[in-house]
């Protein structure tokens, strides 16, 4: 996919599954239609580790672990870019272990988050799925219009500034 197709797809996906625009986002709706993905926090992931997601063949279902150390805007954002790829690259997840950046977590079919890592081509996109999906761009246009300020706009998405930050720029509405 494109990024623009991926981008369309994200907001479609995040309309879907939460009409209404709440935040922070209702990421149980998800997993309530989808019975094959599991959303878990935890404290036993390595410190540098953010997010995994993996294939359970035994169950046939996808896992979501987001360690919970981490601040509510980056476990938010963490667990929107894990669903970008489990939206976005199920056949990978699914096969032989793919690593961004240490064997933290040594476990075949498993996509690794890690803080301070080089993107991958499937790390860019689900940071693009991630960004899209959390600040569709009609609803970030619109709180940039009332508020003007970088710092209430991550918060009214419960995103980091830096990720607001990058969103505006992305829809041109800040330099």
Aim: charged fraction near 25%; aromatic fraction near 8%.
């Amino acid at each position: 996919m494109t990024p623009e197709e991926i981008r369309n797809y994200a907001e479609q996906l995040s309309k879907q599954y939460n009409p209404e625009g709440f935040s922070p986002y209702p990421f149980e709706n998800i997993q309530r239609d989808k019975k094959d993905l599991k959303i878990l926090l935890t404290e036993k992931l390595p410190d540098s580790v953010s997010g995994v997601i993996g294939f359970l063949p035994e169950e046939s279902a996808f896992v979501i672990l987001v360690n919970k150390t981490k601040p509510s805007t980056r476990s938010n954002f963490t667990i929107a870019h894990e669903l970008g790829h489990y939206f976005l690259h199920q056949d990978e997840i699914k096969k032989e272990m793919i690593v961004d950046g240490d064997n933290v977590l040594d476990r075949a079919g498993m996509l690794y988050r890690q803080d301070n890592v080089l993107s991958t081509k499937l790390e860019t996109e689900a940071n693009n799925f991630a960004a899209s999906f959390l600040m569709p761009a009609d609803l970030v246009k619109k709180a940039w219009e009332k508020l003007k300020d970088v710092e209430e706009c991550a918060q009214v998405f419960n995103v980091s500034v830096e990720a607001i930050t990058i969103r505006l720029s992305r829809l041109g509405l800040v330099i």
